[in-house]
T-cell receptor, first 115, second 114 residues
Framework: EPEVTQTPSHQVTQMGQEVILRCVPI?????FYWYRQILGQKVEFLVS????????KSEIFDDQFSVERPDGSNFTLKIRSTKLEDSAMYFC?????????????FGPGTRLTVL | AQSVTQPDIHITVSEGASLELRCNYS??????LFWYVQSPGQGLQLLLK??????LVQGIKGFEAEFKRSQSSFNLRKPSVHWSDAAEYFC????????????FGDGTTLTVKP
């Protein structure tokens, strides 16, 4: 069964550094998402992306964040200057194949630790 | 704005007992509703979903959920819990567009006693 993959599984970085989290969505999906989950809290929507544009973003997704689909398979989340409060699990999701289902399938997540 | 409430932060049941996890939602139209399960340190696995039609939906691992529009609820049930069901369970409501976000509840942690 196709699945969303994410790399790395764990990223440790220093405060102020840039990080790029990578995702490979399910191959025929057209819609892509990033969510985050701070330890012990709920999963929060960050951004949705379609046709090489941001479709919707939350108030969390400020100018420090950006997303990109650099090629036909990857979807990335960049945090330009990490803060301690960016430490969280980041989930990528994709939806919308050739037959639209609207179900978002989630990857296993990248745990980001900012020191 | 869409929102989800899971009233129970933590539930403990004995193995073999029945389970019901509560979920109430707020959404301006007919919602898409989901239940996900998350084991410690793991990602989110979709248990089941409701889009339309039959209000009782079956999912994986023996779970089912019932959509009740009049109560704005989408409770998850399982007739007999197994120790491996211990995990955190999230209810989510999704916008009825592919570019829309899903909004998650706070989650319910399930502990299973032997």
């Amino acid at each position: 069964e196709p699945e969303v993959t994410q790399t790395p599984s764990h990223q440790v970085t220093q405060m102020g550094q840039e990080v790029i989290l990578r995702c490979v969505p399910i191959s025929n999906h057209l819609y892509f998402y990033w969510y985050r989950q701070i330890l012990g809290q709920k999963v929060e929507f960050l951004v949705s992306f379609y046709n090489n544009e941001i479709s919707e973003k939350s108030e969390i997704f400020d100018d420090q964040f950006s997303v990109e689909r650099p090629d036909g398979s990857n979807f990335t989340l960049k945090i330009r200057s990490t803060k301690l409060e960016d430490s969280a699990m980041y989930f990528c999701a994709s939806s919308g194949g050739l037959v639209t289902t609207d179900t978002q399938y989630f990857g296993p997540g990248t745990r980001l630790t900012v020191l | 704005a869409q929102s989800v409430t899971q009233p129970d932060i933590h539930i403990t049941v004995s193995e073999g007992a029945s389970l019901e996890l509560r979920c109430n939602y707020s959404y301006g139209a007919t919602p898409y509703l989901f239940w996900y399960v998350q084991s410690p340190g793991q990602g989110l696995q979709l248990l089941l979903k409701y889009f339309s039609g039959d209000t009782l939906v079956q999912g994986i691992k023996g779970f089912e959920a019932e959509f009740k529009r009049s109560q704005s609820s989408f409770n998850l049930r399982k007739p007999s819990v197994h120790w491996s069901d211990a995990a955190e369970y999230f209810c989510a409501v999704g916008a009825r567009t592919n570019a829309g976000k899903s909004t998650f509840g706070d989650g319910t942690t399930l502990t299973v006693k032997p």
